[in-house]
């Protein structure tokens, strides 16, 4: 079974930058897409970035275009998310998730179509 594990999260000021790393792992190694979601305390999950494994079909949520940029390693299987331009709003727990099931292009922004999520890390941006 493949998991993931995210990383890089941490406290910034207003202003500053973070990347923030997925990496998965194990077996059988099948992964379709990835997208990074976050959630705010009192606020439903919403999406930040996905992409195809292939790095094709790259979204953004409205919020964070031209500020955050989503990558790929596949060497090392893992997923990356540069966050620029970091704002107070931007203070999130970070879930990376991956489809290891649907393959639905063009659904990479949905949060269903994601079949395993990490654990999350904590992103906050003070003023």
């Known amino acids: 079974q493949v998991h993931v594990v995210e990383s890089g999260g941490g406290l910034v000021q207003a202003g500053g930058s973070l990347r923030l790393s997925c990496a998965a792992s194990?077996?059988?190694?099948?992964?379709?897409?990835m997208g990074w979601f976050r959630q705010a305390p009192g606020k439903e999950r919403e999406l930040v970035a996905a992409?195809?494994?292939?790095?094709?079909?790259?979204r953004y949520g409205d919020s964070v275009k031209g500020r955050f940029t989503i990558s790929i390693e596949n060497a090392k299987n893992t997923v990356y998310l540069q966050m620029n331009s970091l704002k107070p709003e931007d203070t999130a727990v970070y879930y990376c998730?991956?489809?290891?099931?649907?393959?639905?292009?063009?659904?990479?922004?949905?949060?269903?179509?994601?079949?395993?999520w990490g654990q999350g890390t904590q992103v906050t941006v003070s003023s």
């Open positions: 194990g077996w059988p190694f099948t992964i379709y897409a």
């Open positions: 998730g991956i489809d290891q099931l649907r393959n639905l292009t063009g659904m990479e922004h949905h949060q269903w179509l994601y079949d395993t």
């Open positions: 992409m195809r494994w292939s790095g094709e079909r790259i």
